[in-house]
């Protein structure tokens, strides 16, 4: 083979590889809300992703997405009276009932069963388990208890049944809910009219009940009204006695502290009464001994002012003794007193010279009158 035929041999494998590939690429996206499983073909292996890209090569892993969201079983055959698959009562009538399955399926058992799930879950799983717990439940009721009375207790009954069923197969019921119930048309209209005759009789029974429990509510309100005004009265009349027993007990203790009272008042009195004769009788032995002492006080000022003035006079009586001396030993002391006591008055005296035996300024004060009334004064005595 030459080199040329082996190049295109290689293109050709090339072109044929790469459209393989791109036909059938390795690998696999699990996209948002799904869940990929990887199967090994080879060693029987199963691994779940829930996001990226996951190499799948062709032959050798197989790949299945599984949505994980919330889906919904709505059995449309049987949600009509007059439908394929309509339900059967307890009295062989046919009913129709919307029913809403929500389910998921269980991530934890998704890996190991997922070579178990059909292509449709809804009607390969849901349906068959659905079915076999509710055509078998409503024909144990009557139209009357699934269309009006037991629908909650119905449905409480189907998820109990069910639930188990879907936890075998690897799914999780999540809540099944009962919508309209169809009738047949006569039988609707007669149930209809049945249960407004029902409910005209549930009302005038409530009606009535109400209009007896108005009338048991007078009486026990005029009852409790009763018991309340007796209680009320004994209360008031247990709250007087307990008033004159607290104010009986009051006054025995008030009694005696009043004597006590009257007791310390009048002693306080007789005490005030000491007191107060005491009190004048010290202020009038404090008058008589400040009038004594006073008396003492002047009696020794007066002896004192006595005594002083004895001792003045006889003081003064030795000065003039003295004085008298002096002016007889010396005449001219009187003239040099006399200048003495006028020196603060008069600087400067001029005067005639005296006569014999006569002052300085004699002639100024008079001395000849003073000599004439002397010389007559000795004439007279002559």
């Known amino acids: ?100 399955v929500r ?30 717990v509710t055509y078998p439940l409503f024909a144990r009721y009557t139209v009357r208890d699934i269309f009006s009375q037991q629908r909650l207790q119905i449905q409480k009954e189907i998820e109990a049944e069910l639930r188990p069923k879907f936890a075998a197969i690897g799914l999780v019921l999540r809540g099944v809910e009962m919508g309209k119930v169809d009738l047949p048309p006569d039988f609707r209209a007669g149930m209809e009219k049945l249960l407004a005759e029902e409910l005209e009789t549930e009302k005038i029974r409530y009606t009535l009940q109400l209009k007896e429990g108005a009338v048991k509510q007078s009486q026990l309100e005029a009852q409790a009204e009763k018991v309340k005004r ?42 005030e009464k000491v007191a107060r004769i ?39 009586a030795g000065q003039m003794e003295r004085e008298g001396g ?16 006028l020196s603060d008055k008069i600087q400067v005296i001029i005067a005639p010279t005296p006569a014999a035996g006569q002052i300085i300024g004699s002639n100024l004060i008079g001395g000849e009158k003073l000599a004439q009334s002397s010389a007559q004064t000795t004439e007279g005595e002559r």
């Open 1 to 100: 083979m030459s080199t040329r035929t082996r190049a295109v041999a290689t293109a050709v494998i090339l072109v044929a590889l790469g459209y393989y590939l791109y036909s059938r690429p390795p690998f696999a996206v699990a996209q948002r809300g799904e869940l990929l499983v990887r199967t090994n073909e080879i060693d029987g292996s199963v691994a779940a992703y829930s996001a990226g890209t996951v190499l799948a090569l062709p032959g050798i892993h197989q790949t299945r997405r599984f949505d994980i969201r919330d889906q919904v079983f709505r059995p449309t055959a049987s949600a009509s009276a007059t439908g394929p698959a309509a339900f059967q009562s307890n009295e062989g009538l046919s009913i129709g009932v919307e029913l809403t």
């Open 103 to 132: 389910w998921a399926i269980d991530r934890g058992r998704l890996a190991r069963m997922s070579r178990e799930y059909p292509d449709d879950i809804n009607a390969d799983l849901v349906r068959p388990a659905v079915e076999g």
């Open 230 to 271: 007796e209680e009320a009265a004994e209360a008031a009349a247990q709250e007087q006695v307990i008033a004159a027993r607290a104010q009986e007990e009051t006054m025995k203790h008030i009694l005696p502290f009043k004597q006590k009272q009257i007791e310390q008042r009048q002693l306080e009195a007789e005490a």
């Open 278 to 316: 005491r009190s004048a009788e010290g202020a009038a032995e404090a008058r008589r001994i400040e009038a004594k002492g006073e008396a003492d006080s002047r009696q020794k000022l007066a002896d004192a002012e006595a005594y002083r003035l004895e001792l003045v006079g006889k003081a003064n």
């Open 326 to 341: 002096l002016i007889t030993r010396y005449p001219l002391l009187i003239q040099k007193t006399l200048a003495d006591k």
